[in-house]
Structure formats: C-alpha cells, structure tokens
C-alpha cells in the first residue's frame, strides 16, 4: 500500500469517524436488537411513520358491542337491531362461535361501553387503540392491565409498557403463571387473569408474537446508518474531508501525523477558521476530497430501503412520502391497505379481546371493529342502479344496505320509467351568485410536476377553513346592516366586524405554511439537484447551504400572506351581498357558492412548485460556479398573458432579482390598453411572475 493511499484513508477516517461502507454496516455484518427497549430505540423515520399511519388508521375505526338475541346476560341493556348486510357481515367474524340462524343485536348501552370510552383517568379509546397497535408493530406483543374494584369489577384498563413485561411460567411450562412488570425499580405481579394479552404471531416464540420491526430491522438500521453518514458529512463542512499526498519516498511517522492533523484543524476546521490558509511541509500538496453525485449513488439504496420498510409494515409507499398518484391508484392504495393490513390487525385485536376481556361480563358478548374498507361510492352508484333497472332488489333494500331509512314507496322493485321523479329546471348562471375575481378560473392547466399528496393536503386544509367560516357565520348575530338599507360606510363596517369575528387570519396562516413546508422544501432539493446534474454533474451539492435554509425560512413567511388573500375574498363576498340587501342565509349561500376549495388549493400548489424548482435551479447554479447569466423563457399558447409574454427572452446575471416588492411592471393588453402587474406579495427573482406562471429560466453557461 504507497503512502499516498495510507495517508489518503488516515485523514478520511479521521474527519468521518468511519468510511462508508463502515457506516453501513458492510464490514461487519448485520446484528439485530437483543432486547424489547433496544427495538423500540430504533423506531425513528420512516419505520415511525409507517407505524404511526397503521395505529391511526387503526384507532379510527369503531369498535361496537353485539350480543346473540337469547343471550340472558345482556337482557336489560340497551340494544338495536342491525341490517341484513351487517348481519351476513358480523356472522362472516363469528363464524366458529355463532351459527348462522343465530340472531344478533347491537348493544348501546353497556359497561363495557363505558370502560372502553373512558379507559383510566389519563387515557380514551382513541389512545388506547393506538398504543395496542403501535406496541404491536414495534414489538409484537402488548398487555392491557384490568385493575378492579370492589367485588372484582374492573374500574380500569391500563395499557403498560411492553417492554417492561416478562412472562414467567408455571413448575410444568405449559401455562403463564404472572407477568411480571419492572418500571424505575418497582416490580409487580399480576394475576393472568387481569391481563389482556395480545400478540403477533410467532414462529420462534408464541408468547411473545414477531413485529414488523423485527422484521424489517436491517433496512431499518441501514437507513440509519446512511442518515448518520450525511449527519456526519454536514457536520464536517459538508464534504468528506481532505486528502494530502506526500512524495512517495517520504515516510510519515504517527507523531508527524497527530501534528499535521492536529495544524489542520486548528488553521481550517470550524466556521471561525473559515479562510484561513493551511500550509503544508515537505513537498506535500493538499487536495479536497469530495463524492459528486455520481459517486453517491450509494444514496440510491434509501429508496430501496424505504420500500422495505413500507413493504414489512404493509403501508402504501405513496402514504409516507409525496408521490405523483391518480385517483384511482389512490382508491386502490386505500383499500388494499385497509383489506390487507388494517382489517387483519383489527381481527386480531378483537378475537384477543373476546377471548380474555369480554367474558368478564358474561357470554355471547362480542366487540367487533367495522369493516375499515372504504365504500367505493361511484361502484355502489353503479350497483344501485344496475340492479334496480333489473329489479333484482327494491329501493327500501338497497337503502338498508347503506344504512339508510326505509322509503314508504320502496317496497317493491320497479322499473326506472314507472317512478315519478319530479324535474327540477337548473338554475340559470345569472340567477347564481357568482363573483368573478380577475385570474380566477376554475379550469387550470395541470403543470409537468404536481404532487398529488400536496395537492390533497392543502385541499383538505381549505375545505376546513371554509367549514370553519361557515359555522361562524351561521352562529354570528344578525346585524342591521344586513336586514335593513343603511349608508355605504356602515355596510364596510359591517362587513370588517363579522370578517374579523369568523375568520382566524393568523391561525390558517399558520396551517398553510406549516402544511406547505415539507412539500416545498422536497421540491427545492428536488430542482437543485436536477439543476446541477444538468450544468457540472461532477459538483458536490449542498442541500443544506444557508442560502438554501434562508430561501425556504424566507418562503415560509411569504406563504402565510395566502390566508390574508384568502381574508379579503370572504371579506369582499359578505359586503357585496350587504350592498345587495341580501338576507344572512343568501350571504352564506354566496360565501359558500364562491369558496372553491379546489381552485385555492390548485394555485398555491402550482405557484409552490413552480417557485421551489425555480428556486432550487438558480441556488445550484449559484454553487456550481459555471453559470453567468440567465434568460426568460415563457410558454408562447393561447393562454400565455401579456406579462409574461414580454419578459420572454430576456436577460440578466446570475443573482439579484428581477422585479423588487413593491414595484409593477405595465404592458400592453392584449385588448390594446396599458395594463399593469403590481409585485406586492415579494420580489421577483425568478419565476413564477404571478399565480399559475409558467414560465422558466435557461441558464447561460460561462466559456471555457
């Protein structure tokens, strides 16, 4: 081995504390936990997420009360009866403990109902389902403790910690004689029959069931390893370190490496050194050692070690990370999803429970979760309407499978052209309400890129701002200028009360930035890469410059102003329906009807994404060192407006912007009149110009 080689790996492990393929675990082979505690530590990421999503899920479906109809023990309790496809659907659980002419009631009413939704004075039911779930899938087993009370009644569940339990067995070893629970020093014995045992299935230990975790551990520990790598490697200037080479007949002695090294860093290593220059003896030459993207396609192993990781926990991969995903492959996610992981998890939680906890107040008593499959609303549609065209069912028993009322006229099948429907003309869009604001359209133009998760999120974000809007308004107070005529400046008036009384401007501010971080953080990494993989693939990037961590706190704050617009819309349709005289219902009605949830959703998507990429794109061309300038590209269609329209082919240095906050940029129309673009909501340093821009920069690139 030349000395260039030995010094080369001396300083790499030295500035690392190990190589990469130390820090992945390829030397030394994989070692999995020893013990429950040391399991649990490693759930961090994406196996917490998959976790996480999977007890949740769990913990949302509703667990009911049933009871055989002749059963004695639950005679006095309230009870209701349950549709013939809950019927088909609860015999299908009960299948090898009820036959199938046994009759069966829900019960409403029970103490068992009450210990379940009041489960100890610190826990609900939600808690309770969700930490069943999450020991389960980090461990594979969970133990709920039934204190009692007088008479040996149970007065409360208390869920312990798993991994503090140890089984101990009879002289025999063929039964649990106690399970013994140690926290900070205190032990204590419970009796097996206060304890509620649940568990996984084991094929090397049935008293203590497999997990997920145990199973999917090493993808687990590998992408720990690769994120302690790149911990590392930030900490350590972002880079690997440096290399110096010594003439090949020269001989470095350990002390003469301590010294070096020790120069090294007292002249380089650190923010306050930055600069400084470090001088090396002897005919020696420093180099800077770095892995450009190329060389880090070791990284690539995350996304194999995530799809592991979702695959052992049986959790879509486009439910933990944002993915571009239709409709229907949504549909389909959720569903397998729910079939093939919830439900099973689900099974065995409540045949646990009927096994050791619901016999505690007597027999034939059954808590069975719902089914957690989604209806597929449009195939029931078609269902509905295929079999009563064939008059397979009446329309009473289609509505009893959805849990529906009887109808006093769908008794009998009929044919679809016997019905009487009545027909009600459309109304016309001027009898509608609608205010149009300049920009705003409901048919926008789908982008190359649009994440689908961001785009549901902040969706569903604005569907609960306008709930929220709307429930306040119902409950807001009547005031005068509403019902009555009144002067123009008591309208306004008006008009700022009830806005500021039914909308929270800070807290949806809040939720909007909060729900947009991830996504455009994701999609500025996501440009900055591409970028210079396009302009110098050799360039080491760093994801995390403060250029980069200044450009997304800046974007932060600049998003929140997204809830002042959305503010001064609602604002501006409660006072033109006081100018119109209208009454309190038709101004709810025209808030509503112009609160479109989607299109809201849509553009700040757009406008996220378009601005991340961009942004991302001209911080890498920044660091790659190769791009002098850029150039305006706009998209030339029918739809491209005026503005941007002459910016196209422009040019400029790299940096800087090209329109500051507060000042506009005027141009012709293409109706022939002046028409003018005001740039209040931040400066312009590259695309978009303006909400739904679909414009680009090109960059210049320097002359070798």
């Known amino acids: ?94 299948a090898e403990r009820v036959n199938g002419s046994t009759e069966i009631e829900e019960i409403t009413d029970h103490p068992i109902l009450d210990l379940l939704r009041n489960v100890n004075p610190n826990d609900n039911a939600y808690d309770l389902k969700e930490l069943t779930i999450k020991y389960l899938d980090s461990i594979g087993v969970d133990y709920w403790w039934l204190q009692r009370g007088v008479g040996g009644t149970i007065i409360n569940i208390w869920p312990l910690m798993s991994q503090c339990v140890s089984i101990k067995m009879s002289s025999n070893g063929k039964r649990i004689a106690g399970y013994e629970y140690k926290v900070n020093k205190t032990t204590s014995v419970f009796n097996p029959k206060d304890i509620v045992h649940f568990k996984y299935t084991s094929t ?24 302690q790598y790149e911990i590392a490697s930030f900490k350590n200037g972002g880079n690997p370190s440096m290399v110096m080479e010594v003439p090949t007949d020269s001989t470095l002695q350990p002390e003469e490496r301590k010294r070096i090294l020790a120069n090294y860093r007292s002249t380089t290593g650190g923010v306050k050194n930055a600069g400084k220059l470090f001088i090396a003896s002897g005919g020696s030459k420093v180099h800077e050692y770095g892995h450009s993207p190329k060389d880090m396609n070791f990284m690539g192993g995350r996304k194999t070690t995530l799809e592991e990781t979702c695959g052992v926990y049986g959790v879509p991969l486009s439910f933990v990370v944002p993915t571009e995903i239709s409709r229907d492959n949504l549909r389909s996610s959720i569903t397998m999803w729910m079939q093939f992981t919830i439900n099973p998890k689900l099974t065995s939680m409540e045949q646990k429970l009927n096994e050791q906890f619901t016999p505690n107040w007597g027999e034939n008593l059954f808590l069975l979760f719902d089914d957690a499959t989604p209806i597929d609303a449009e195939a029931r549609l078609k269902e509905i309407e295929v079999k009563l065209r064939m008059k397979y069912s009446s329309i009473n028993e289609e509505r009893a499978k959805d849990g529906i009322q009887p109808a006093d006229w769908g008794d009998e099948p009929v044919e679809p052209q016997t019905m009487d429907v009545e027909v009600v003309d459309e109304p016309k869009t001027d009898d509608k309400k609608v205010i149009k604001r300049e920009g705003q359209t409901n048919d926008l133009p789908e982008p190359d890129f649009m994440p689908n998760v961001f785009k549901i999120n902040m969706t569903m974000t604005f569907k609960a701002m306008q709930a929220e809007v709307l429930r306040n308004l119902k409950a807001y107070g009547k005031p005068k200028a509403i019902e009555d005529e009144a002067s123009d400046a008591a309208f306004a008036a008006s008009a700022d009360d009830i806005i500021s009384s039914i909308y929270n401007e800070s807290k949806w501010a809040d939720e909007i930035a909060l729900q947009a971080a991830p996504f455009t953080r994701g999609l500025l990494i996501n440009g900055l890469v591409d970028a210079m993989e396009n302009v110098k693939p050799d360039a080491i990037v760093n994801a995390s410059s403060p250029n980069v961590l200044r450009a997304l706190d800046e974007r932060s704050v600049q998003i929140r102003s997204v809830s002042t617009t959305v503010q001064r819309e609602i604002r501006d349709d409660i006072q033109a329906s006081i100018n119109e005289g209208e009454s309190r219902s038709q101004t709810i009605r025209a808030v509503r009807d112009n609160f479109d949830a989607r299109s809201k959703a849509d553009r700040v998507v757009r406008t996220e994404t378009i601005w991340a990429h961009n942004e991302g794109t001209v911080l890498a061309w920044e660091q790659s060192g190769v791009v002098s300038g850029v150039k305006w590209n706009t998209a030339t269609d029918d739809r491209t407006c005026p503005y941007c329209r002459s910016m196209d082919g422009k040019v400029k240095t790299l940096g800087g912007t090209w329109f500051e906050k507060g000042t506009s940029l005027t141009v012709l129309s293409d109706a022939g009149k002046d028409t003018t673009l005001k740039f209040g909501y931040e400066s312009i340093k590259h695309p978009p110009l303006h909400p739904n821009c679909r414009c680009q920069l090109i960059p210049i690139i320097i002359d070798d």
């Open 1 to 94: 081995m030349s000395i260039r080689t030995k010094i080369t790996g001396f300083l790499f492990r030295k500035a690392m504390g190990a190589s990469i393929l130390e820090h992945l675990g390829l030397q030394m082979g994989h070692t999995g936990a020893k013990t429950d505690e040391a399991l649990i530590a490693k759930i961090r990421g994406w196996s917490w997420t998959c976790i996480d999503r999977n007890a949740k899920a769990c913990a949302q479906v509703p667990l009911r009360l049933y009871t055989t109809k002749s059963n004695s023990t639950a005679k006095g309790y309230k009870s209701t009866p349950i549709s013939k496809q809950r019927h088909s659907f609860l015999h299908t659980k009960l």
């Open 204 to 227: 090397t230990n049935p008293l203590k069931g497999d997990s997920p975790t145990r199973a999917g551990e090493q993808s687990i520990d590998l992408n720990e390893a690769m994120n």
